[in-house]
Nanobody
């Protein structure tokens, strides 16, 4: 059974930093691209960062470039999202998703972790 479990969310102030983790089980992580997504109230889910199966390519949404850093430790079956200089518009539920390398869609999702950035 595939499971993705996010943690690390919380309530922070504008300008603060926060680190999210996603622990993956039930699949061979090194064969999967991993994405971090977020969904704000009343908005569609958007991808904020993605890291390739081998860690060689990491991409970010324009809205988080220079502030968010995504990394992976396959030996620990964990993917991270380090967020800094947080803004109120970063508020939302953050999800990690897994996509088999060289495929088009994300197949597996975590339950999400809430991030609230207060001004």
């Amino acid at each position: 059974q595939v499971q993705l479990v996010e943690s690390g969310g919380g309530l922070v102030q504008v300008g603060d930093s926060l680190s999210l983790s996603c622990v993956v089980s039930g699949l061979t992580l090194s064969r999967y691209d991993i994405g971090w997504f977020r969904q704000a109230p009343g908005k569609e889910r958007e991808r904020v960062a993605q890291i390739s199966w081998n860690g060689g390519t990491t991409t970010y949404a324009d809205s988080v470039k220079g502030r968010f850093t995504m990394s992976r430790e396959d030996a620990k079956k964990t993917v991270y999202l380090q967020m800094s200089s947080l803004k109120s518009e970063d508020t939302g539920v953050y999800y990690c998703g897994a996509r088999r390398a060289f495929s088009s869609g994300y197949n597996y999702w975590g339950q999400g972790t809430q991030v609230t950035v207060s001004s």
